[in-house]
């Protein structure tokens, strides 16, 4: 499990984090929602030590992060952050690859090739693999990262805002596959994500977040509740049940 004890972070004299606790249970979508600035990309950058929180402490399975040797917490825990910085004259094949580092310091074996030829499946990518990065979308190259962090085949995978430049097509397709990276790889999935319904269709439990504070976490049937959304977000919000599921109506 990812527990999170105490966490509080300041920019400069400006907190964005305040005395943040929570536990992830291992298995599963956890999905981190809120608004803009309410702290969710910087708590899951010090879940993941992209981050130093100024006080508390983040385990992953019994570990501290901040004193785990980099090469043992690379295969525990895998992360893809909102900027990816990867030179585009990289292959679709080559940015998967870099996946597979911690295993392999950059000298494939056959069990990397498998792992690599896998992601790309998984993320209907097989096609595109010898194309370079600047020749896909906005929305290849989303799909395209996502299978770097499954290529590295880590128990835990954090992702922010994995949706961006996905249509909705594309949008539901990533959102099923992660659920079926949780459900048939075992993977404990979690994603700070802005759309609520997705969250609510997709994930097992939810971290709802304001102002640098947690200020709801539970199950999706908990969460997407018409007060809890209109606190958080500050909109109206009404919530209909569709085909079993709760969706937030808002605009």
């Known amino acids: 499990m990812i527990e999170i004890d105490n966490v509080s972070k300041k920019y400069q004299t400006i907190p964005v984090l305040k005395n943040v606790n929570a536990t992830i249970s291992q298995g599963?979508?956890?999905?981190?929602?809120?608004?803009?600035?309410?702290?969710?990309?910087?708590l899951l950058s010090i879940i993941s030590r992209l981050l130093l929180a100024d006080e508390g402490q983040v385990k992953i399975q019994n570990m501290d992060v901040v004193n785990t040797p980099s090469d043992k917490l690379a295969t525990y825990l895998s992360v893809l952050r909102q900027?990816?910085?990867f030179t585009s004259r990289?292959?679709?094949?080559?940015?998967?690859?870099f996946g597979r580092y911690p295993y392999s310091k950059g000298r494939l074996n056959q069990d990397d090739l498998a792992h690599i030829h896998?992601?790309?499946?998984f993320l209907n990518l097989t096609e595109y693999k010898d194309r370079f990065l600047d020749e896909l979308s906005g929305g290849q190259r989303q799909r395209?990262?996502?299978?770097?962090?499954?290529?590295?085949?880590?128990d835990y995978v954090l992702l922010d805002e994995p949706l961006n430049n996905l249509d909705m097509k594309h949008a539901v397709a990533m959102m099923k596959q992660l659920r079926r990276a949780a459900d048939e790889l075992?993977?404990?999935?979690?994603?700070?994500?802005?759309?609520?319904?997705?969250?609510?269709?997709?994930?097992?439990?939810?971290l709802a977040m304001k102002d640098g504070q947690l200020v709801y976490q539970g199950s999706p049937k908990k969460?997407?509740?018409?007060?809890?959304?209109?606190e958080i977000f500050d909109t109206p919000v009404k919530?209909?049940?569709?085909?079993?599921?709760?969706?937030?109506?808002y605009y």
């Open 28 to 42: 599963g979508v956890t999905a981190i929602i809120g608004p803009n600035g309410a702290g969710k990309s910087t």
């Open 83 to 85: 900027e990816n910085r």
């Open 90 to 97: 990289l292959t679709v094949f080559e940015l998967v690859g």
């Open 118 to 121: 896998r992601a790309l499946e």
């Open 144 to 154: 395209a990262y996502v299978a770097m962090v499954l290529c590295q085949d880590t």
């Open 186 to 206: 075992g993977k404990t999935i979690v994603i700070v994500i802005h759309d609520i319904n997705f969250a609510s269709v997709y994930s097992d439990y939810i």
């Open 223 to 230: 969460i997407m509740n018409s007060a809890i959304l209109e």
């Open 239 to 249: 919530i209909e049940n569709i085909h079993n599921q709760n969706i937030a109506i």
